[in-house]
């Protein structure tokens, strides 16, 4: 379970800005993930002596007190965001989400469509400062602190106990490079990248958000009805074009993941997975959470893409996945029980690329994909870039600092689990969509751009045909 984290006894906790050599010391055996940009440690006194002897030096970093009676530990750390979009009162708001989250919030809606905090135990405030805070808060509070959280701010919970930090085998990191090195232009594979239909993400997206007359959809949250529709409604559209999905619950309460699996044509174990989150965030007290932009456009781009196998009757050679993960607003539940699983059954997971937020292109830039500018495999990061100069050249890409919000975040689970993963995001920068966590997240909204949505939907195409291999079942 990830939902219980009590310190064994008074004790300090270390956080230090991400990097691998951060557990090149006895820290190892005390890390508790990467939350934000921070790596946290819970460690021993003499560790933290025995560390900064061996040239670890935690002055960039935070030491916070715990003390004996602390509950479930949650990181919380504001995004980054263009100024533009940054509200004035932000600190006034989270001042107020920490001095009120104990007491009553929004009432709950008549129709039941989402669930809102009410009193709680008083959290305990353990760090602060203007980017990030420590809390610590009882099990079921930690589930729904999206529904007040200020909409730049992501919460993070911290697992009960000290986690292993799995390094990405070299052995993996050199298949990638092999693929880099071999890479080159295939006009099959071009043919087929273009056959994704902006018509048709339109329609899917729309049914997602609630905007088509078709969808019975007012919220994705992951406590919603409407989530439930959406998991049902993917799980049926994705079998029709030939996929075969389950649907993985994992923690009560939320919706499940659908993860859908087209096998190989040849023996192996070798996997490539692409994926999305499908559960969304509204505005604070409103039910409707339509999630058009977060994460309505990585979830359609993965429909987009199942279109076109059934259509082309692409049949893969490896093993593919195309998972749409719930419960990521709520701290990257879905992604992190999934990649978890993975682990246990040491799967042989090629390279796994999350797809979070590809629809907004800000006034005036050209049409832009965002890489990880710290967290994941740089040569997985890499390979993307490359595919998108061969087959989406329309495309300026670059690095985003929006790391491990929504766009980083299950590919850093999966990269902190030992697979090469990185993620997609729309602009080479920090978020710039004014509707982020907003109940005004549409898809028929000024500057929601579905030409970037297919333009980076075909680079993660591109990269299960390159990467899994493929033949062409019906040649036409």
Known sequence: MLLVNAAASASLLLAVPHSPRNVDTCLSGYFYGTHGQQDIFIPSEDCLVEASTSGFSAEA???VQLNNDVQQLVWLQHEAVEPSIKPATFMDEIEAFLSHISTTAAPAPADGEQTILVGRKSPQILHRDENSALISVDSETALTLDLNLPRFWKASP???????????????????????????????????????????????????????????????????????????WLKETFESL???????????????NVVCSYEGSEETTETVLISAHYDSRGSFGSIRAPGGDDDGSGTTALLGIARVIARKDVKFR?????????????????????????????????LMIQADMLAYHAPGEPAQLGLPDRIGTPEVAQLVANLSAIYSPELKVGLTPA??????????????????????????????????????????????????????????????????????????
């Open 242 to 256: 030939g996929a075969s999905c389950v649907l993985k619950p994992f923690l009560s309460g939320f919706a499940p």
């Open 158 to 232: 911290l697992p009960q106990a000290p986690v292993p930090f799995v390094p990405v085998p070299s052995k993996a990191v050199d298949r990638v490079k092999d693929i880099l090195d071999n890479l080159k232009f295939d006009p099959v594979v071009a043919s087929l990248v273009n056959n994704i239909s902006v018509p048709q993400l339109r329609e899917d997206v729309r049914y997602l958000t609630g905007e088509s007359p078709k969808s019975e959809i007012v919220s994705r949250h992951s406590f919603s009805k409407g989530i439930l529709i959406a998991a049902d």
């Open 318 to 350: 490896k093993n593919v996945q195309i998972v749409a993960f719930a419960g990521e607003e709520q701290g990257l539940y879905g992604s992190r029980y999934y990649a978890q699983e993975l682990r246990e059954k040491n799967a042989n997971l090629t």
């Open 61 to 63: 970093g935070s030491l």
């Open 403 to 476: 790391c491990c919000s929504d766009h980083q975040a299950s590919s850093r689970i999966f990269h902190g689990q030992g697979f090469p993963a990185t993620q997609v995001f729309e602009r080479a920068g920090p978020i710039a969509d004014p509707f982020y966590h907003n109940s005004g997240d549409l898809s028929e909204r000024e500057n929601y751009d579905f030409e970037q949505i297919k333009s980076i939907a075909k680079i993660q195409f591109a990269t299960l045909l390159h990467v899994a291999g493929f033949d062409l079942v019906r040649d036409d």
